[in-house]
């Protein structure tokens, strides 16, 4: 009997570290793939809008002529963001948009425009975010 635990044990352990290698080898799924190919994007002097959701502390540092920069998060196992651009803020829209101008890089809808305490999620002006 005890020989036989030691048998199952040992398959166990030899059959575990391929278990485990098999999760991590996912493909990425289409959908991701086919978001990127039909984006849209935000060029330089383009104008986007930024939802900053009635946040007075966003409105506060999202303020007129500010040079904001702007990130994409990625997407996959590890959340990461990288920097696409920087807008500059021309007009409030309300009580929940601002207007700003893409200064320079590429920009899409969905992609975060960041300060030091707040965070505007960005839409392009017309177009509807899929």
Same mark, same amino acid.
């Given at each position: 009997?005890? %020989? ?11 059959? !575990?570290?391929? !278990?485990?290698?098999? *999760? ?8 991701? +793939?086919?978001?990127?190919?039909? =984006? ?5 002097? /383009? ?10 502390? =966003?409105?506060?540092?999202? *303020? !007129? ?6 990130? +994409? ?21 309300? /009580?929940?948009?601002?207007? =700003? ?6 920009? +899409? ?6 300060? =030091?305490?707040?965070? *505007?999620?960005? +839409? ?5 975010? %899929?």
């Amino acid at each position: 009997m005890n %020989k036989m635990k030691q048998l199952v044990m040992g398959i166990v352990l030899v059959s !575990l570290p391929g !278990l485990m290698s098999a *999760c991590a080898t996912l493909q990425p799924d289409d959908r991701i +793939r086919a978001t990127v190919r039909d =984006a849209v994007f935000a060029k330089q002097g /383009d104008t986007v809008h930024l939802f900053y959701g009635m946040s007075k502390q =966003a409105k506060e540092e999202f *303020c !007129l002529h500010a040079v904001v920069p702007v990130y +994409r998060m990625g997407e996959g196992y590890y959340i990461s963001k990288s920097e696409v651009g920087k807008i500059k803020v021309t007009k409030d829209l309300g /009580d929940h948009y601002i207007e =700003a101008v893409v200064v320079e890089g590429e920009i +899409r809808s969905g992609d975060i425009a960041m300060q =030091a305490n707040s965070e *505007c999620l960005i +839409r392009l002006p017309g177009r509807e975010v %899929k």
